[in-house]
Structures are given as C-alpha cells and as structure tokens.
C-alpha cells in the first residue's frame, strides 16, 4: 500500500508588508491614540486575511494594505511607509506575526 502524496502550500507574505507589520508592533506606544487604533485595525484585518488565505481563501490584495497604510499614515501628518513601487521580495508568513 501506498502513502498518497502530500502537497505543501506556501503562503509568502510580501517582506514589505510584514516589516511594517513588525516595526508597527513595537511602535503603537508612541503613536497617537487615533492612529494607534488605525494601526490595530490595519494590523487586525492583516492577521484575518491571512489566516482567511490559509484556509484556502484568495490571496489578499497587498496592495490595497500598502495603500492603506499610506492614507493613515497621511493622515497622521507622517511620510508613507510605502513606496509607489512595492515591489518587494516576499517573507514566509510564519516568520512573522501576521
């Protein structure tokens, strides 16, 4: 009898994103109480879409959080935490917290 073969799927996180992601958790302290909320909420709604896309879900639109992330940050009177052309190597999602 034979073992029926296992597929493994990859889910990569863009290594932009989940820099951000990162630098975002340690920052939350020193941002202002209404920007601290956004973050949560952008940080919030990362965390369930990846784990949406890992229940067999479509991958999330990355580009949308990019753009996101750059209206708060506008905002809040900050420069944008992502370039017009994020064009990033991805990161393993499980390297990260999202």
């Known amino acids: ?3 029926p073969a296992t597929t493994t799927t990859e889910y ?3 290594a932009d994103i989940a820099d951000v ?3 975002l958790g340690w920052m939350l302290s020193d941002l202002s109480d209404l920007m601290a909320e956004e973050v949560k909420e952008w940080r919030d709604e990362l965390r369930q879409v990846v784990r949406d896309w890992k229940a067999g879900g479509a991958e999330p639109g990355w580009q949308g959080f990019r753009d996101w992330m750059n209206e708060i940050c506008a905002d809040d009177g900050m420069p944008p ?3 017009n052309d994020a064009t990033s190597e991805p ?3 499980g390297e990260q917290d999202a």
């Open 1 to 3: 009898m034979t073992t």
């Open 12 to 14: 990569v996180l863009p």
């Open 21 to 23: 992601y990162g630098m």
């Open 81 to 83: 935490l992502f370039g």
């Open 91 to 93: 990161a393993q999602a």
